[in-house]
């Protein structure tokens, strides 16, 4: 019912960054928790980053120092920032929001090549 719309996929190389971005209609992200997922192929899905305000943020322990979640109020944007790619970050990436009801997307997928 109401869209989230990630972009910023494709294929990266070892070592190299992009920034993932998930614009929101219908909902203001700035009074929303928001949080990126990814899913591997054969595997379960994960938390990768959370924010609930803008300075409070939480990582898996396998991204943290090199993944970034942020946000754009003005733009209604959630970012990720990925910086020292690895293999294992390939996957299909999810946004997410949640107030009193929950909003996914329909995933953008990033594939890191050695």
């Known amino acids: 019912q109401v869209p989230l719309v990630e972009s910023g996929g494709g294929l990266f190389l070892l070592g190299g960054s992009l920034r993932l971005s998930c614009a929101a209609s219908g909902l203001r992200f700035s009074s929303y928790f928001a949080a990126w997922y990814r899913q591997a192929p054969g595997k379960q899905r994960e938390l990768v980053a959370s924010s609930c305000v803008v300075v409070n943020t939480n990582y898996a322990d396998s991204v943290k120092g090199r993944f970034t979640i942020s946000r754009s109020n003005a733009k209604n944007t959630v970012y990720l920032q990925m910086n020292s790619l690895k293999p294992e970050e390939t996957a299909v990436y999810y946004c997410?929001?949640?107030?009193?009801?929950?909003?996914w997307g329909q995933g953008t997928q990033v594939t890191v090549s050695s």
């Open positions: 997410y929001a949640m107030k009193v009801r929950e909003y």
